[in-house]
């Protein structure tokens, strides 16, 4: 078999071992249909099994009662930038935004186009380096819905656990650490995420969306944009992302398998904190670059002594085969995502280059 590299790339981003096999197997001819799945009808037998194995499996995982609809859409957790306030923000045009990072701010730019919006919290002013307090919320207790990002990718931030909010819907765009710990599903309105950070392959959004704030969404919306006609037509309103589904549909069972999703999250808990260790021993060498407790599970971000060493640990690391560890250009620096599919052994890996690359630098 091909070797394969350790793929610390923020997005799309590594795929479990055990899926991207699993899927090499049948991607000729899916269980001696004598067909590929990309090649099947969406509304034929197997692809309805496939897909309604992924909704039970995603609600399995997470709990998900009978309350919620499971939507598999396509454009992106962009898309549900605009889909979340054209459906949920009417009739009173406001609501609430917690700003933690640039995903927040594309978040607050497409809902000012619907409404008005409340910057409930925002960390701007700390360069996105934390987390806002309970305490710093400037709640209205009459928006539509809170609005908040779970995990900023790019600036290595996570919220330990939500916002609260009181009666007021909780929306959360989970991205990129969807599915990294089991939570309470029931504490929300709707929680949505791009597939390509710790679920699938890129072209597929979970939406899970409780379904009496469907009865929110207007029938003078376009089509595509109301979550209403797609839960009523489960995924089937439009041809939908049918390979991306499948793969993501593994990726459930993989959770599911290893345990679920307390497993997962003591894993990755483990594997985060033994870099986050290594980075506070490293005596400012490595040094992280938010809150320590509002550091990312998921992305971890650092900087060195100076950008011409930040340089060189990228080149070397890439030659060495650690890829996609460069940070965000708004941000500089390193980024290290370690999504659930990461393995431990691939940080335990890096952490040694990192000691050797202090020793000679
Ligand atoms: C990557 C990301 C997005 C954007 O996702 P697209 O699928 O490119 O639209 C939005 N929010 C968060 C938190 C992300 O990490």
């Given at each position: 078999m091909e070797k394969r590299i350790f793929n610390f790339s923020a997005g799309p981003a590594i795929l479990p071992e055990e899926v991207l096999l699993d899927a090499q197997k049948d991607f000729f001819s899916y269980k001696s249909s004598g067909m590929s799945i990309m090649e099947m009808s969406h509304r034929g037998k197997i692809f309805d099994g496939i897909i309604k194995e992924a909704d039970a499996d995603l609600r399995k995982l997470l709990n998900i009662g009978e309350n919620y609809s499971i939507l598999f859409l396509q454009g992106g957790a962009t898309l549900q930038f605009s889909m979340v306030p054209l459906n949920l923000m009417p009739p009173k045009n406001k609501a609430d935004y917690i700003v933690t990072g640039a995903w927040a701010e594309k978040a607050v730019k497409e809902a000012k186009r619907v409404g008005t919006v409340n910057i409930a919290g925002t960390t701007k002013s700390d360069l996105y380096t934390r987390i806002p307090k309970q305490s710093e919320l400037k709640l209205d207790p009459d928006a539509s819905y809170v609005h908040f990002t779970s995990n900023n990718t790019i600036f290595g931030t996570q919220w330990r656990s939500e916002p609260e909010v009181g009666n007021v819907p909780l929306v959360c765009d989970a991205s990129s650490d969807f599915l990294h710990k089991s939570i309470d599903v029931n504490k929300y309105g709707l929680i949505y995420a791009g597939a390509q950070k710790n679920i699938g392959p890129s072209g597929v959004?979970?939406?899970?969306?409780?379904?009496?704030?469907?009865?929110?969404?207007?029938?003078?919306?376009?089509?595509?944009?109301?979550?209403?006609?797609?839960?009523?037509?489960?995924?089937?309103?439009?041809?939908?992302?049918?390979?991306?589904?499948?793969?993501?549909?593994?990726?459930?069972?993989?959770?599911?398998?290893?345990?679920?999703?307390?497993?997962?999250?003591?894993?990755?808990?483990?594997?985060?904190?033994?870099?986050?260790?290594?980075?506070?021993?490293?005596?400012?060498?490595?040094?992280?670059?938010?809150?320590?407790?509002?550091?990312?599970?998921?992305?971890?971000?650092?900087?060195?002594?100076?950008?011409?060493?930040?340089?060189?640990?990228?080149?070397?690391?890439?030659?060495?085969?650690?890829?996609?560890?460069?940070?965000?250009?708004?941000?500089?620096?390193?980024?290290?995502?370690?999504?659930?599919?990461?393995?431990?052994?691939?940080?335990?890996?890096?952490?040694?280059?990192?000691k050797d690359f202090k020793k000679n630098n």
């Open positions: 959004v979970v939406i899970v969306v409780r379904k009496d704030l469907l009865e929110r969404s207007s029938d003078t919306l376009h089509t595509y944009m109301n979550y209403k006609v797609h839960a009523e037509n489960e995924t089937m309103y439009n041809t939908p992302n049918t390979f991306g589904i499948y793969i993501a549909g593994l990726v459930f069972k993989w959770l599911l398998n290893m345990g679920g999703l307390d497993v997962m999250y003591k894993r990755n808990l483990e594997k985060a904190n033994v870099l986050y260790d290594y980075m506070d021993e490293s005596g400012d060498y490595y040094k992280g670059t938010v809150a320590k407790e509002d550091r990312s599970l998921m992305n971890v971000c650092l900087r060195l002594p100076n950008e011409q060493l930040e340089e060189k640990i990228i080149k070397e690391a890439s030659a060495k085969g650690f890829s996609g560890i460069k940070g965000h250009r708004s941000v500089g620096g390193l980024r290290v995502s370690i999504y659930n599919a990461f393995p431990k052994k691939g940080v335990e890996a890096l952490i040694e280059f990192m």
